[in-house]
């Protein structure tokens, strides 16, 4: 599976982006998908994720009710849409695939090169 992220930019706290996720190769309906998020000198950490059928999801508490992930198999594309952005959401967001849904970034198997997302306050 290949994963292709964007639509990360900067924005302004308060904001709201939109990130895609396209995905070719194997079926991906196969997967379920995760979004994570690292920023400057801190690991890598879980933002959400989404069975392969789009009707479970989880979030990390620090975006809970403010992030939404969700999934169109029919386009091989998963999304996040952020709102209420704050400063501390500023990090490289990554999507991924893997055959379990799993917050551990160590059960992805496939992983996108990752879009920037910035919000200034």
């Known amino acids: 599976v290949q994963l292709q992220a964007c639509g990360g930019g900067l924005v302004q706290a308060g904001g709201s982006l939109r990130l895609s996720c396209a995905a070719s190769g194997r079926t991906f309906n196969s997967y379920a998908m995760g979004w994570f998020r690292q920023a400057p000198g801190k690991e890598r950490e879980f933002v959400a994720t989404?069975?392969?059928?789009?009707?479970?999801?989880a979030y990390a508490d620090s975006v809970k009710s403010r992030f939404t992930i969700s999934r169109v198999n029919a386009k091989n594309t998963v999304y996040l849409q952020m709102n209420s952005l704050k400063p501390e959401d500023t990090a490289v967001y990554f999507c991924?695939?893997?055959?379990?849904?799993?917050?551990?970034?160590?059960?992805?198997?496939?992983w996108g090169q990752g879009t920037q997302v910035t919000v200034s306050s």
């Open positions: 989404i069975n392969w059928s789009g009707d479970i999801t």
């Open positions: 991924a695939a893997s055959t379990v849904r799993a917050n551990n970034p160590r059960a992805y198997d496939y």
